[in-house]
């Protein structure tokens, strides 16, 4: 489901709570006293620039590219990845959905990846599910 980008600023502002709602209210009028026309461009401009400053996005990208399993389980560690890419549009927006693979393949241990990686999965989703499974199955033959 789409939205048009003429309501995305009034859908976007309605769930604006407390100071943010304060801010947006303050931003609005200040653009409207320049007679500048509120677009969903200008409302995430301003609202990044307010809330999400580039750098950052930018140690958030970093943090994305540097993103490694570690002790994490796999579930942990896909709901990091989906959070900070994010910050990194090209894999955010799935440009290419076999970039995206690999980066999450390549910051899984080396057991888990060596494991999984021969199955050529093409849907993320069934990617992530195959390697919970098989840490679930190996965490049972340990205990």
Not at 10 to 26: D, G, K, P, Q, S
Not at 46 to 71: I, S, W, Y
Not at 119 to 125: A, D, G, K, T, V
Request: charged share 35%; net charge neutral; proline share 3%.
């Amino acid at each position: 489901m789409t939205c048009a980008d003429a309501n995305k600023v009034t859908f976007a502002t309605f769930m604006l709570v407390e100071e943010v709602e304060n801010w947006w209210r303050f931003k609005k009028q200040h653009l409207e006293d320049e007679r500048r026309q509120i677009t969903w461009e200008v409302f995430k401009q301003k609202f990044l620039e307010k809330f999400l400053p580039k750098d950052l996005r930018r140690r958030k990208k970093v943090e994305f590219l540097n993103l490694h399993q570690g002790t994490m389980s796999i579930g942990e560690y896909a709901t990091r990845f989906d959070e900070l890419s994010k910050f990194c549009p090209y894999f955010h927006d799935r440009v290419d959905e076999h970039s995206r693979f690999s980066q999450f393949e390549s910051g899984l241990r080396p057991d888990i990846e060596q494991a999984v990686g021969y199955l050529e999965i093409s849907f993320f989703p069934t990617l992530v599910n195959r390697f919970r499974i098989y840490e679930d199955d190996t965490k049972a033959r340990q205990t």
